[in-house]
């Protein structure tokens, strides 16, 4: 039996049905054993009592840290997507979970006081299982032109030997898997799905049997053509109707189901929830649009309108701006418990490999909130020294220069100013370029 929250885009056409089908979570779900159900609704409830538990703790920890590694799995060079878009990936993840982007003030006023940031933060890995520096980002060119068939087959792309790439360590790096999803109907390639996701795998009350066939599965998968910000092939055309992608939200969405979230409407009419006390009940999803109107159910206490603003609905990419408090709790509590290994056993680097055997350069603390020390050893003359502090976009924030360094020496950088996020160190020693990722919280 496996359990997936996934944004399916079924194709509007009699193979599939009359009525475009957007999610295959609830044919999953509704379509295994009622030992199944029990079991996906038992580890659902436990995260909650935990948040119930420790709500007083929630707000005042410190950011989790989640090391991520993107596998780019292509046919061709279309894609074989740009470190930029991967880039801009990692940032779009981190702005929309801290909620710093700025269409925040297009919330309206009556989810002014559920909508909430998350102490969470993604980057790139900088050492990859074996211990050797990374920068997160595989490519593995293949001979498959998609990794999705009429069968809506999964997983293909998470296994070297039918066309993909195996995972990274599942619990201590968040793989995502970027690659074709589409079908190719009547010579048009369409994609069947935008992504999906798995939620928490392995948890104590799960019944032997309810998690993932293959526990390497665990992860994130993404349709090349909706990755990233600004991606240049996002408007993603569906017989017809023409579905604009190009905030990078898609993986935003699917990283909330893997950590745990479920669409905001419940999978279901107004007799259905998922499960969170702040989340408008609604009766579906919207269809990739933004209608303020729509209020498709009424809310016990308080009859809010359905919340398009969310990033668990499907509504458009332009008017999603938030989680909830009630969201962020829950996978906040996931990482503390059911996803324990990735933020606690997770390698971020310290130690710079510079390639030179006469120096040896490391940097702390990291993660950081005010100053970074960086020292070094040098066994003879250092003639220039160039740091760098650099974001996502590739931006330099900061620059120190030093020349003529030999044996010791210390240099403060002060991040004080530097907003929360995830950030990439480059050292340029005599001409030789390193970058390591720091983490500013």
Known sequence: ??????????LPFSVFSQHPTKCGTPFYINNQSSFFKEAVNNSFMNAKEWVNNNRKKLSTDSILNVPVVVHIIHENSIENLDDSLVYSQ???LNRDFSRSNSDTVNMRSVFDTIAAPASIQFYLATIDPNGNPTNGITRTFTNESSFIDFNLTLDLM????????DAWPVEKYLNIWVCDLSFNVFGQSIPAILGYAYPPAGLSNWPQGSSPTNPNFDGVVIHYEVFGRNNPYSSVNQLGTTISANMGRTCVHEVGHYLGLRHVWGDGDCSADDGLLDTPIAIDQSQFDCD???NSCVDFSYDFPDM?????DYSSEECQNTFTRDQVDLMYAVLINDRYDLINNNMISTNVE???????ISFLPNPVSDFVQISLVTQKKVN???????DISGRVLLKKNNKNIYGN??????VKNIKTGVYFLQTNIDEKINTSTIVIQ
Request: proline residues 0%; without cysteine; neutral net charge.
């Open 1 to 10: 039996m496996i359990k997936k929250l996934f944004l399916l885009l079924f």
């Open 292 to 294: 303020s109107t729509k």
């Open 384 to 390: 220039n020294l160039e740091i760098k502090l650099i």
């Open 158 to 165: 998470k296994d070297d030997a039918t066309g993909g790439v």
């Open 409 to 414: 020496h210390k240099i403060k950088l002060d």
């Open 308 to 312: 398009i603003e969310n990033y668990m």
């Open 90 to 92: 990692i940032e779009v």
């Open 354 to 360: 510079t390639n030179l055997e006469y120096i040896n």
